[in-house]
């Protein structure tokens, strides 16, 4: 756990460096009948200016979801450095080849073979509008020993920083 930050600027910075270390995210959409919806997406862009990048497919269930519904959520966990991340917003396709050819990263061929020719690839872009996350120092048995304290004095355990940003 680095230290804490102490203004927005910095807490962004944080945020930055948990979601590159994540890069793996549940990326929550909103289905038309009103059910929460996550999958696992693979993050695009490690730099964090307020807007995360996914590829997709335009006729998957996401991209028709974010069409009908753009509030979304994504969520980050690193067990290994006990930290979490969700950030909220809004989410929509884009299609500017550019952008494409900028994020295209060659893993990608495993879900579109014909890499940024593969028809009907699209990115998601969402903008956060906010930002929360979580970082609990140590190891595990940090967080147990916390957690046996915690039992023991009545007082809640102290979990590490926990701050919310907006964008």
Known sequence: MSPEPTTDAEARHRVTELI????VCMLTTIAVDGRQVSRPMALQEVEFD???????????AKIRQIRVNPEVN???GDQ?????????????????RADVER?????????FPDGPDTPGLTLIRLHA?????????G?????????????VTGRPPRPGENRTVGY
């Open 20 to 23: 590159r270390a994540a890069r």
């Open 50 to 60: 307020g807007d995360l990048w996914f590829f997709a497919r335009t006729d998957s």
């Open 74 to 76: 994504a969520a980050f």
């Open 80 to 96: 290994r450095r006990h930290t979490w991340i969700s950030v909220s917003g809004t989410a929509r396709e884009e299609n500017d």
């Open 103 to 111: 994020l295209w990263h060659p893993a990608l061929r495993v879900w």
């Open 129 to 137: 509008s906010s930002a929360e996350y979580w970082d609990s120092p």
């Open 139 to 151: 190891s595990s048995v940090v967080n147990l020993l916390g957690a046996a304290r915690a039992a």
